[in-house]
């Protein structure tokens, strides 16, 4: 089968590598759709991926060979991730009490889904619903991400919130944070098209902090209070401050981005309001439902998120990669291998 190999120092290179057999409880997906992650581009940026590794895990496909112990699936059944969670034992092997993402995250030689085929355990499957397309559903893992951040969060009915970095991951954060019941949602983000797409999914302002003073807006926005939860979708390197600088009063920052590089805070501006910082990573199978669901029932809306252009081959994932690694450089948001 073909896949994007990484080969080291920031090189992905199509190759031909052996097409994998479902063990006795595995599942063999032929892969659809595998969408660009913000942190596959990091790892990619960084250097942090072993050589050998196949990355990808934002897919939908169709089950193409199953186990001989598999009765939960049949050839065909239309799947992403984000199955059931994960034996003491697979649990124990990928993330321990200190796991640290950077120098542990990707240094595993795994086979993911930038591949035409992909091995997975049964358990590791969630079935897509009819009523979720197959592009939709190559997004559920961001979108499970945004569904987990909300339901981290502290979000009260009526909430303001504001959202830094309107990525696809804060795209669905501000459709989450609607759905969840917050009344305000402000949007800051650098990028054009990346603000039009957030007014499309429903931020009720933007700022572009290039033109505009942030905390000047936002206290025009909020009557002087600040926000009450901000979640942090950037991680540039102003934005993890800016974030705290904003929370009102015992307000929450949930930091959802993932920066790489080191990052300056001011605790004296803000400290002294008790605001409350939390982190979140991945998301739960419960998540990757509500997500789904989420997608049927009409309240995640990812067409502003895609046009014709988001779709590329696998032989252009690493100038792929090189253009999403600087955002500003594209008015892409959300690319997506179609395999
Ligand atoms: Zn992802």
Sequence with gaps: MRAGVYKGNSLIQTEEIPTPNPGPNQIVVRVKYSAICGSDVHGWQYDAVAPGHVLGHEFYGEIHSIGSNVSKWKIGDRVTGGGEPPPEL?????????????????????????????????????????????????LAEPISIAVHAVRKSNLKLGDTVLIIGAGPIGLFCIQTA???????????ELNDSRRTAAKAVGADHL?????????????????????????????????IDQALDSA???????????????????????????IELITVFGAKPIDWRIGLELIRIGKINVSPLINEASFIQLDNLQE??????????TDQIQMIVKL
Excluded at 105 to 129: D, H, N, S
Excluded at 251 to 274: D, F, H, K
Excluded at 320 to 329: E, G, I, N
């Design 90 to 138: 697979d649990r124990n092997l990928v993330r321990g009490p200190r796991f640290n993402f950077r120098t542990q995250g990707m240094t595993r030689v795994e086979i993911k889904a930038y591949a035409e085929y992909m091995l997975m355990e049964e358990w590791a499957a969630l079935e897509v619903p009819n009523a979720v397309s197959d592009e939709e559903a190559s």
């Design 178 to 188: 609607k759905a969840a019941g917050a009344s305000n949602v402000i949007v800051s």
């Design 207 to 239: 700022i572009n902090p290039d033109s505009e003073n942030l905390d000047d807006r936002l206290m025009e926005l909020t009557e002087g209070k600040g926000a009450d939860i901000v979640f942090e979708c950037a991680a540039a390197k102003p934005t």
């Design 320 to 329: 792929a990669f090189k253009t999403l690694s600087d955002p500003s450089t």
């Design 248 to 274: 009102t009063r015992n307000g929450q920052v949930v930091l959802v981005a993932i920066p790489w590089t080191p990052v300056s805070i001011m605790p004296v501006n803000w400290q002294a309001r008790e």
